[in-house]
């Protein structure tokens, strides 16, 4: 059993929270944990064909690079001194998808988080205005191709500096901009290396492949 000490008290529940949204989406979801010194990285994939990434500062340096059940993870992250006590490691061969590079980044740029928010609401907003027109009189899966379609659309509109809104949208989908209570006064960074994209916001990190296309509803 790999059991990790955070650094801020609050950082095991705040991962336990991430884990459950992660199972949220797919019940059999797993997530990677890896980590070189006093960061370890959690990252999940998502149905935004983007991963979702919390970072965790610990007390003690380490080497670890493990995937487990997000559903464990979220059961079990909070151990009694508030550690990571992580579950049992998964056989590499379930998780799929690479990770980006730790470093290189480039700064695309900074924009208000209610500028962001207010975009990702108004995608929301014609997503569900327009999808009951656009399917009347279809069948199952005539709509459901037209919705994907409809997603494509409207979630590939650019954010900013080349960056497509859906990592906008992934990142309010895990609560990465904040709740409607949370001060919308910070900042969202975008930023790019290679092929990568990816979202900083206050609540966690967005990243994708600029060549993606494929989006959520």
């Not at 009694?80 to 990770?99: F, I, K, Q, V």
């Not at 900042?187 to 916001?201: E, H, I, K, N």
Request: negative net charge; proline residues 6%; charged residues 20%.
């Amino acid at each position: 059993m790999t059991v990790l000490v955070p650094a801020q008290p609050g950082a095991a529940a705040d991962l336990a929270t991430f884990a459950q949204r992660v199972a949220k989406f797919e019940a059999e979801a797993v997530m990677r944990i890896v980590g070189t010194g006093t960061v370890v990285g959690c990252f999940a994939g998502t149905p935004f064909d983007a991963l979702a990434m919390r970072a965790v500062r610990l007390a003690e340096p380490v080497e670890i690079d493990e995937v487990v059940e997000a559903s464990t993870l979220a059961a079990r992250a909070v151990g009694a001194a508030g550690e990571l006590d992580l579950p049992p490691a998964l056989p590499a061969l379930r998780w799929t998808t690479s990770l980006p590079p730790r470093s290189g980044w480039s700064e695309l740029a900074r924009l208000p988080l209610s500028e962001v928010r207010a975009k990702v609401d108004a995608g929301v907003a014609e997503f569900r205005r327009r999808a009951p027109e656009e399917t009347e009189g279809q069948d199952a899966r005539a709509a459901r191709a037209t919705l994907e379609g409809l997603a494509t659309q409207i979630w590939n509109e650019e954010l900013a500096a080349g960056v497509p809104l859906r990592l906008a949208h992934a990142a309010s989908s895990y609560s990465f901009l904040g709740g409607e209570f949370v001060d919308g006064d910070g900042q969202v960074v975008v930023r790019s290396v290679g092929s990568w994209q990816r979202l900083d916001a206050p609540y966690g990190t967005v990243l994708a492949r600029s060549s993606m296309s494929l989006l959520a509803l």
